[in-house]
């Protein structure tokens, strides 16, 4: 985790009084005058360019202007933000992502954005979504190249015009730490398996809670054995690399209930025994992004001090096809004693959970929600952007839900209705771990965890799709996306 932080500023300006490498401007679809405060020389500029039709402020429209007059910056960029009354967190985080990935194509130093007044959405709020979205669009993989094609700039100003409600100290420290929280769930699964597996992972855990201010347990093989982690140990046998678990504590309102976070963390699936095809492999280092978004979030949670108790458990595992892996019926006891039959290896990830939901909820948490690169079945169902959410109890999925939402993700909601559950049926044991049809495989997989998470109220996100960017868009670079770590903190802030 080499990157260098960010430097986030707050300036109180007129646009044209600010100097930038690159001074991105809003500019709506539905709304003739420029998104800040009308400033002379910019007013004109943008009623120039819109009559002549080179601006019209739709969604990602991107206008750059080199060595404009009267403008201190030494470029403007104009980005589409859309119709007024459709703005959100996700249209502002898009339009910032993709003016710093258009701005940050050459080495420059600071890249400022002016922040738009949006009624019903406060300046704290747009200057979260624009900041992360900033630092989201500067960020990107390649960094095993020698000729890097992103530039991280050293700062990223926020603007805020005459007119505009001030923002404080703190919001500036919400930007800053899910900016650096998300960047550090995209590098964990941009990092290849070769060097990012069960132990570097945990070591990556431990660094983070000290640095950040939380508790970190790793659990070794032996722990798990004695802790009769069978499932885990189950699915880490095909592997030279040793399972890990990663046990982490925050308490930030003492006596207050706690919130059950769980990751999946399968540092490569293989598919095992079950093997997968070299194409449906190419990217299967990215099967970790559940306990990157996971440990990411409590990064940010622990950094921001927020009046919350969280637990979090990543389950790190390789899926490999060694001489003691896990064969084609197999029973695996899990931590709860119930029984898995194995009817597929590549169906590990619901392994893997069974025993880090069991001990989630023995904790003694108050609600969970897990997140895991589950199933292609989510993907063929809602699309590669668009998280599965799966619950055993509405008015929790509700509120997750509406997390997610308010934080600028997506997520749709899955029905659960008991008839999905003859799918899991097996003649040997407790269950199995396939649907045993490709019908309903997101739902099939979610049912299967609900027989270990104890009738605590518990969400499952799958999070297969929007995890991973398989190309490069106008916001983001392929690869690693940070999803759902936003939508954690924003979770952990509204809970108590
Ligand atoms: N890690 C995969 C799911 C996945 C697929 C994540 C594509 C990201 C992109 C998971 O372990 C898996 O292999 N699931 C199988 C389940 C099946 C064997 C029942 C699948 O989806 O095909
Ligand atoms: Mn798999
Ligand atoms: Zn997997």
């Not at 722990?223 to 504590?249: F, T």
């Not at 060694?322 to 590990?348: F, H, Q, S, Y």
């Amino acid at each position: 985790m080499t990157q260098p932080p960010f430097t986030f500023l707050a300036e109180f300006a007129a646009p044209h009084e600010v100097s930038a490498d690159w001074l991105a401007i809003g500019v709506w679809e539905d709304d003739p005058s420029p998104s800040s405060e009308p400033t002379e020389p910019l007013d004109q500029l943008v009623a120039r360019l819109r009559s002549s039709g080179d601006l019209t402020g739709k969604r990602l429209e991107l206008l750059p202007l080199y060595t404009p007059t009267d403008v201190k910056a030494a470029r403007v960029l104009f980005v589409g933000l859309g119709k007024k009354a459709d703005a959100t967190r996700l249209t502002l985080h898009e339009a910032a992502a993709a003016s710093a990935h258009l701005g940050t194509t050459k080495q420059f130093q600071n890249l400022a954005f002016v922040l738009p007044a949006i009624t019903g959405m406060s300046s704290g709020e747009v200057a979260l979504a624009i900041g992360v979205g900033l630092a989201h669009g500067s960020d990107g993989p390649g960094l095993r190249k020698s000729a890097p094609s992103r530039f991280r700039p050293h700062r990223l100003t926020l603007v805020l015009p005459p007119g505009l409600e001030p923002i404080s100290d703190q919001a500036i420290d919400r930007v800053r730490a899910e900016a650096h929280a998300v960047a550090l769930a995209r590098e964990l699964v941009n990092t290849p398996a070769c060097d990012l597996y069960p132990e570097t992972f945990a070591t990556i855990a431990l660094d983070t809670g000290r640095l950040a201010g939380f508790e970190v347990e790793v659990w070794d093989e032996q722990r798990l054995a004695a802790e009769r982690m069978g499932a885990i140990m189950g699915v880490a046998r095909g592997s030279d690399r040793p399972p890990r678990l990663v046990v982490m504590r925050y308490t930030g309102n003492p006596g207050g209930p706690t919130l059950g976070l769980v990751g999946k963390g399968v540092t490569f699936d293989s598919g095992g025994l079950s093997l997968k095809t070299s194409e449906q492999m190419v990217d299967m280092k990215c099967d970790m992004a559940g306990a990157a978004a996971v440990l990411g979030g409590l990064k940010a949670i622990a950094e921001l001090k927020i009046r919350v108790n969280v637990l979090g458990v990543l389950a790190l595992v390789e899926n490999m096809p060694g001489g003691k892996a896990l064969k084609l019926g197999d029973v695996l006891t899990a931590r709860n004693g119930k029984t898995i039959e194995v009817l597929n290896t590549d169906a590990e990830g619901r392994l893997i959970l069974a025993d880090a939901l069991s001990y989630a909820a023995e904790q003694n948490v108050a609600h969970l929600v897990d997140f895991a690169t589950l199933t292609g079945a989510c993907m063929i169902a809602l699309g590669p952007n668009v998280a599965g959410l799966m619950t055993n109890n509405d008015p929790w999925g509700d509120r997750v839900l509406a997390a997610v939402s308010r934080a600028g993700e997506r997520a749709w909601k899955l029905p659960m209705d008991s008839h999905y559950d003859e799918m899991i049926r097996s003649k040997v044991a407790d269950m199995r771990n396939t649907g045993g049809s490709r019908y309903a495989g997101a739902i099939s997989a979610a049912k299967l965890l609900q027989q270990f998470i104890g009738g605590v109220p518990w969400v499952h996100l799958d999070i297969a799709g929007p995890s991973w960017a398989e190309s490069e868009s106008a916001a983001q670079d392929p690869g690693g996306t940070g999803c759902m770590v936003r939508s954690i903190v924003e979770l952990a802030g509204g809970y108590q």
